[in-house]
């Protein structure tokens, strides 16, 4: 249940938002502000005509941003009372777009932790049963990423590459669960890969822990695989640890 009520003015730094998804232009506004804390849980939300002169938009494109952010968990509402933030824990934390707005804001070191903590959990026995069970075209595709991340002649390009392996690790381990999960973690992890890239990561270093982790898959060795991918997150996780010092 709300607990307070919140009023902000019209922000002039917002753009006019325009074209065929001026809602979901509104929404990511309205969901980047919730996620970096501008809206705690609990917050009375502004109600539609305020919205509405806040980004210069119709009401009709406020009503459809704001269905968005409920059915991704951030907001709940009452006739009468309005819209308001709901507590974190009902947050669909797995969604790309929240996943986004986590990555785009000031304090992004518990978001990157969070994601780590996550890989830990996840990567280094969906790596075992890939090296068990990979198909001859998932390594292909595996292997093809490992390639592109060689070739990348700047950080974006190897970002996305290296998002393409992982996501590429967790397909081939035959578990259809991960599948999903691999999809919507993706946004994370090209934000957390982004990070390590701008601060300065050996890239030759990073570049043969994932050779390791390719060739261990590649000769079916799963207690290889997941020694080598421990040894990845271990090597971002004193890249997380050193920007937070």
Known sequence: MPDR?????????VPRMAGGSVHVSVAGEIGLRIVRGDYPPGTIL????????????SRS???????MLMAKG??????KIGSWVEPKER??????????????????????RAVQELRHMIEPEATALAAERRTEEQMI???????????????????????????????A???????????????????????????????RHTQKLHERIERSIRLQRPHTARSAVR??????????AGRSR
């Open 5 to 13: 009520k919140t009023t902000k003015r019209s922000d002039p730094t």
């Open 46 to 57: 502004p109600n539609e005509a305020k919205w509405s002169e806040m980004f210069n938009v």
């Open 61 to 67: 494109a406020v009503r459809e941003a704001i269905k």
């Open 74 to 79: 951030l907001l709940a509402s009452r006739p």
């Open 91 to 112: 947050w669909n934390l797995l969604d790309r777009d929240v996943l986004g707005w986590y990555a785009a804001s000031p304090d992004r070191e518990p978001f990157l």
């Open 141 to 171: 595709e595996i292997s093809r990423a490992l390639h592109e991340m060689a070739r990348a002649t700047s950080p974006q390009q190897r970002t996305e590459s290296d998002a393409r392996f992982h996501i590429a690790i967790l397909r």
């Open 173 to 203: 381990s035959g578990n259809d669960l991960l599948v999903p999960l691999g999809v919507l973690i993706e946004s994370a992890l090209n934000h957390l890969l982004a990070h390590v890239v701008r601060e300065g990561s050996s890239l």
């Open 231 to 240: 040894k990845a997150l271990a090597n971002t996780d004193e890249i997380i």
